[in-house]
């Protein structure tokens, strides 16, 4: 029987020879010199197949432990962790200019600075959106959450590997809107301020009193 490493599909010189005692059993020190051996195999015969041999079972050449660095240096590690992709807001509330009545008017403001940081690591990007109910008055008036709209903005702090992108102006309401974006890379991450500038269009004679709505902006 012949014991022999492989290197791929490719015999090394490395092998070995031995007899099985009369149960079919044989012991086989193999010394391998090949670094590149990657699997041994056991055959009968002048070469080995996959229907009268054994193996090919995974081998892995690594260095000797006992031995010294031959330059007397030591390795040193340093291990770099993921971390997670998260939000903060400065300012939740939103308050909107005042409008007079009769007429109609666009009602401005901003949303509170979000602050997105990505500490993953990956490949992936990510997503903020945001939708807002219908604004409820005295009496159970609503003016439409669609009659708010926003002017996105997103800035990329220096150093930052992904690039971040704003959502197209327009309008917001119960379905959602995009907020901000980074795109899917090799390697993505950093940290980015978010912002818009949001306007609600009071449609004309809405009844006087004081309209609240709440905004979800949802991270993904």
């Known amino acids: 029987m012949t014991v022999a490493g492989r290197a791929g599909a490719a015999e090394t010189t490395d092998r070995a020879g031995a007899t099985a005692d009369d149960l079919g059993t044989a012991v086989v020190d193999l010394t391998v010199t090949d670094r590149a051996t990657t699997a041994v195999v056991a055959y009968e015969g002048e070469a080995w197949s996959a229907r009268q041999g054994s193996g090919p079972a995974a081998y892995t050449v690594v260095a000797d432990a006992a031995a010294p660095p031959a330059s007397g240096t030591g390795k040193a590690t340093a291990t770099v962790g993921p971390g997670a992709l998260g939000m903060t807001q400065t300012g939740r509330d939103i308050t909107l200019g005042a409008v007079a009545y009769g007429g109609g008017a666009a009602a401005p403001g901003r949303i509170g600075t979000v602050t997105v940081t990505d500490a993953r690591g990956g490949p992936a990007g990510w997503t903020l959106t945001g939708r807002i109910t219908d604004f409820t008055g005295p009496g159970g008036v609503a003016v439409p959450g669609a009659s708010l709209s926003w002017t996105p903005s997103c800035t990329a702090a220096p150093g930052s590997p992904s690039r971040c992108t704003p959502g ?53």
């Open 168 to 220: 197209s102006p327009g309008a917001v309401g119960p379905e959602g809107a995009l907020l901000a974006s980074t795109p899917d890379g090799p390697q993505t991450g950093g940290t980015f301020t978010i912002d818009a500038v949001v306007t609600l269009h009071v449609p004309p004679y809405t009844r006087p009193g004081a309209y609240t709505a709440v905004l979800t902006l949802t991270l993904s």
